[in-house]
């Protein structure tokens, strides 16, 4: 449960914005959405590895 403590006189959208900004660190969407579909795990193994090489290939073009 996300509790957000406000200060008297606080506006409602600050308040908002802080709930909404805790919200999003938990997650909860991120995970929502990736149990919508089913991903194999020989595919997601693949998507893994292709993002290894991309980022690799990315810190070698910064050196």
Do not use: C, H, W
């Not at 909404?20 to 595919?43: D, M, Y």
């Amino acid at each position: 449960m996300i509790v957000v403590p406000l200060k008297e006189g606080e506006n409602i959208e600050k308040a908002l914005k802080k709930f909404k900004r805790k919200f999003e660190k938990t997650g909860i969407i991120k995970e929502l959405r990736s149990r919508q579909a089913f991903i194999k795990p020989s595919v997601e193994k693949r998507k893994q590895g292709m993002r290894a090489v991309y980022v690799q290939k990315l810190q070698q073009a910064e050196d």
